[in-house]
Each structure stands twice: as C-alpha cells, then as structure tokens.
C-alpha cells in the first residue's frame, strides 16, 4: 500500500497541473499550445477540459480526484 505522504504529494503535483492547465486555457490557449508549454500529453489535456466541461467543475481538486477514478 502506498505511503499517505506520497499518494497526497502526487495528488498536490497533479492539482497544481491542472491549475496551469485551466489557466492557459482561460488564456485562450490551444491543447497543442497548452501540451507543449506544459510538457503533458495532448490527450491528458483534453481530459482535463472534457473534466471541466462535462461536469461545470472548475475546481482542480475535484477534477483530479475524476481523472483518479
């Protein structure tokens, strides 16, 4: 079984991207742009925004926490 520390320490990584995720995409930014700046697959990036829109959910933690499940 994994470690809390490190299963919260992954789970802080993954909402700080999908903070910078949403923020260039407010920016107006492509996924392509936004895969490339941030060095994420295109296809994560597009499950974070299909997240975003599916759900009306702009909340990193909660986005996250779709994507675990």
């Known amino acids: 079984m994994e470690h809390p520390s490190i299963a919260d320490e992954t789970l802080r990584e993954k909402i700080k991207g999908i903070e910078q995720i949403l923020a260039l995409y407010k ?17 994560y990036v597009q499950d974070v925004l299909l997240c ?18």
């Open 27 to 43: 920016e107006g930014k492509t996924i392509i742009e936004i895969a490339g700046s941030l060095d994420f697959a295109q296809s």
């Open 52 to 69: 975003v829109q599916a759900s009306a959910e702009e909340d990193p933690a909660a986005i996250a926490m779709l994507l675990e499940g």
